[in-house]
């Protein structure tokens, strides 16, 4: 190992590879839901394009899709050639797919006649009783077709996954297996980016475990906590995404997998929190759950808020699910920081203000005079000398004053103090 020198040192500030999460996100994924990440990451150029190709292709050959794998392998090695094996994996795959689409054959029959369809009823035992009497449909045809909506799925084809996994969540009986469709079908939506049945899935899914009560607590818990990181995806792409992120991930025994089985989680929920300006009062959940964790300390002020919400923007960056969400970040953060730093200083000098926010003057100036409006500060500002000047309060008053000043800047510490640590980790 080399020693600490400089360059190390630097390097340990800006190296983006040392935030990103993508390795252990995967492992909580199914793998079909790592490729948007690889894609992702391929985008950013953080990693060398064949090492990535090379992971692409690993996950790849576990699953039925073929060609995707001949075409990476082709590029990877720079050949045309299609070896054997793949040949084989692809006349395997078709047969498959051929034998369960004749094995549902009645099924589909049934389904492309609406007229039939309408008869169907709430009752899953009366529609079995009345599909054998009336189409011969018996329970092993319903089985093949989650076998072969899973096909599907393993082929890529999420569109054909999703319609038959909806028809088997509606006929099949078998509970644990209805868990299973919906899980599936949840990646299904997710890989279609139909976030809209995705946001209606997840909530299913997670009704469907809450009420598994008697599974054993280890298995609840790694369900509670696939379903988190699974959320992702949705969460981070619905309208209502931030506040049901912020919903389920503080609920008690979400929190306890999380904190659990995946503490990296917190960088979503963190910057969920710090996001969404109609849930402040999440940020006391927050930074309950963040005191809970040792996280290393590190000051935004004297650290340099600057150079910490730069840090923080370059995370946000890289990260799949956060990218887009950097600007409004980086915007709330900034506001709690400053809002933090008028708090606890009698006079602020707005040129250095300006210059640990990475603002100009005139912005720093517009967002004090905001503040006093809005009655969240009492200055006074002093154009001339280009201070802020706190003002006294009246009797007593000091003491409230200060009082919130270290709430808050407890907050904003233990909150920034999180997002570095989480960062870190
Ligand atoms: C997906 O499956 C459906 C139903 O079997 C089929 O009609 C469609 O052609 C498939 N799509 C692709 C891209 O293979």
Redesign the pocket.
């Known amino acids: 190992m080399a020693s600490d020198g400089p360059a190390q040192a630097a390097a340990a500030v800006s190296d983006p590879l040392q935030y990103d999460l993508t390795t252990v996100l995967s492992k909580s994924l199914d793998r079909h839901l790592v490729f948007p990440l690889l894609e992702f990451l391929s985008q950013k150029e953080l990693y060398a394009a064949e090492d990535i190709e090379a992971a692409k292709l690993e996950l790849i050959e576990k699953t039925n899709m073929v060609d995707y794998a001949v075409d990476i392998y082709q590029g990877l090695n720079h050949t045309e050639e299609v070896p054997e094996q793949f040949v084989t994996r692809r006349g395997e795959v078709v047969n498959r797919l051929r034998t369960l ?1 004749a094995e549902v054959k009645p099924i589909t029959d049934f389904l492309s006649n609406a007229d039939s369809v309408k008869m169907l009823k709430q009752d899953k035992s009366q529609n079995q009783a009345f599909l054998q009497a009336e189409f011969g449909i018996r329970a092993e045809h319903i089985e093949a077709l989650y076998h072969l909506a899973k096909w ?1 799925f393993e ?1 890529g ?1 999420y ?2 996954a999703a319609e038959y996994l909806h028809h088997y969540r509606n006929l099949g009986t078998n509970p644990e297996r209805g868990v299973s469709a919906l899980w599936g079908k949840l990646a299904a939506d997710v890989l279609l980016q139909d976030f809209e049945t995705g946001m209606e899935d997840l909530l299913k899914l997670k009704d469907l475990l809450d009420i598994d009560t008697f599974a054993p607590v280890a298995r609840q818990l790694q369900s509670r906590s696939w379903l988190m990181h699974w959320s992702l995806f949705v969460f981070f792409n619905h309208e209502n995404g931030l506040n049901a992120l912020i919903d389920l991930f503080l609920q008690e025994r979400y929190l306890t997998a999380l904190q659990l089985l995946g503490q990296h989680l917190l960088r979503y929920l963190a910057v969920a929190v710090v996001v969404n300006k109609r849930r402040r009062s999440a940020l006391k959940d927050l930074v309950r759950v963040i005191q809970q964790e040792s996280y290393e300390y590190a000051d935004p002020i004297t650290g340099g808020a600057h150079a910490w919400l730069a840090r923080c923007g370059e995370v946000l960056d890289n990260d799949f699910f956060l990218a887009a969400a950097r600007e409004a970040f980086l915007d709330a953060a900034r506001t709690m920081l400053f809002e933090t730093f008028c708090r606890v200083h009698q006079e602020i000098d707005m040129a250095g203000l300006s210059q640990q926010l990475g603002l100009d003057t005139e912005a720093t100036e517009k967002w004090i005079v905001n503040l006093i409006r809005g009655a969240r500060l009492n200055a006074k500002i002093d154009a001339k000398a280009g201070t802020v000047i706190m003002q006294a309060q009246g009797p007593g008053g000091d003491d409230v004053l200060l009082e919130k000043a270290r709430s808050l800047s407890m907050r904003t510490f233990a909150l920034s103090n999180t997002l570095v640590g989480i960062l870190k980790a």
């Open positions: 689409e599907n082929c084809n569109s054909a």
